[in-house]
């Protein structure tokens, strides 16, 4: 994807911040940050949106909030993900952003996608690739990425297919490739590129959809067919099992590995979502997920559904998510999910059922009001 030249100077100390954070984000070495530090670039970027996201000021004023007035990053007014389908959330024009992702549309109909304008792809590309060498390929490069989700030339919306995209052609060593395509999944291809790594004793990482896993172990169990995946290989499913009623994890992984000669230590979760641009994840095979861990400029808290107010370390509420990755959009996204966080570890333990969360309901009320939409 061709991405165009960014405006020079979209809002005062927008590129600057960028630049600080693409930095910090390349030479993260999997320590954690200090809550001083996260809280001093969380409130950066706070102030550059309250500045540059005019739909994200109005509201922050209408709530009677300003960056000169919070106490630490915990008071920045999160944005929930309902808004995204509403309102172009981004620093500058949405129409000068280099990418444009949309949600998949699978739970509300494809009339509600959501969309993110991404006018900093660099800050995205630096937010993925440490955490991916560290969750996911535990510091062993190069292996041969192969990616069983539809490349950008054919899904140019798709955050996840843009994602798998970089990491192939960023992380992947020689003889990596892209195997799915607008039609499917390409079979005959990744029988071919698995034997031959088999034979080279090289390692491989397998990224895609839990659907697509499925579709592969269906696929091995008909034919009674199986593959001998060199040491080191490595899983990588992106959830998206939305509609399917009775897939889980457990069992789908635990009748797949067998007949790939891993196991499940060898798989990961990844947890991403579109409005977000950073990602956490967790290994193994438990059902709804592991546990997930995520780079440390990340942050997820778990809030009353009703109040919004924060929940106790341990205790289940809706997660909400502080990403200085979005310093280009809104940097604090309320989701529909249920989870809990204990020492900044999240179990996600899925959505909330039945109509989003008071909470939700009306903060994006208030953001539509404050625009005059409603």
């Not at 994200?56 to 909030?65: H, I, K, M």
């Not at 630490?72 to 509403?86: K, L």
């Not at 031959?196 to 008909?222: H, K, N, Q, Y």
Request: glycine content about 10%.
């Amino acid at each position: 994807m061709t991405e165009r030249a960014r405006d020079p100077s979209p809002v005062p100390g927008f590129l600057e911040l960028v630049d600080d954070l693409v930095e910090r984000f390349e030479a993260w070495d999997g320590e954690a940050w200090s809550e001083g530090l996260f809280d001093e670039l969380a409130r950066r970027v706070f102030a550059v949106q309250f500045e540059g996201n005019l739909p994200y000021r109005s509201w922050c004023r209408a709530r009677g909030v300003r960056p000169t007035e919070i106490g630490s990053w915990r008071e920045i007014p999160p944005v929930p993900t309902a808004a995204f389908r509403a309102v172009d959330l981004c620093v500058g024009s949405a129409d000068a952003a280099p990418l444009r992702f949309r949600t998949s549309g699978t739970t509300r109909g494809t009339a509600a996608r959501g969309r993110h304008p991404v006018v900093a792809p660099e800050l995205y590309r630096a937010s993925l690739l440490a955490p991916f060498r560290r969750f996911v390929l535990a510091g062993r490069e190069p292996t041969r990425v192969l990616t069983l989700v539809p490349p950008p030339g054919d899904v140019p919306d798709s955050s996840l297919g843009y994602m798998l995209e970089e990491v192939r052609l960023r992380l992947g060593g020689p003889r990596s490739r892209a195997l799915a395509a607008a039609p499917g999944i390409l079979w005959e291809d990744l029988d071919a590129s698995l034997a031959d790594a088999a034979s080279s004793e090289s390692a491989v990482a397998v990224l895609g959809t839990t659907l697509g896993f499925a579709a592969w172990r269906d696929r091995l169990v008909s034919a009674d067919a199986r593959h001998a995946l060199p040491r080191g290989s490595v899983l990588m499913d992106t959830g998206g099992r939305k509609g399917a009623d009775g897939l889980d994890r457990r069992t789908l992984f635990g009748s797949l590995l067998p007949r790939l000669g891993l196991t499940p230590a060898d798989v990961v979760n990844e947890f991403g979502m579109t409005e977000l641009l950073s990602q956490r994840y967790g290994r193994g095979i438990a059902d709804p997920a592991p546990p997930l861990a995520g780079p440390p400029w990340l942050r997820t808290v778990a809030l009353d559904p009703v109040t919004l107010a924060h929940r106790p370390d341990g205790e289940e509420g809706i997660l909400c998510h502080w990403d200085l990755a979005n310093a280009g959009s809104v940097v604090a996204v309320l989701t529909e999910d249920r989870g809990r966080v204990e020492s900044g570890v999240v179990t996600w333990l899925g959505r909330t059922p039945g109509a989003p969360p008071r909470g939700c309901s009306i903060a994006t009320a208030e953001l539509l009001e404050a625009q005059g939409r409603v």
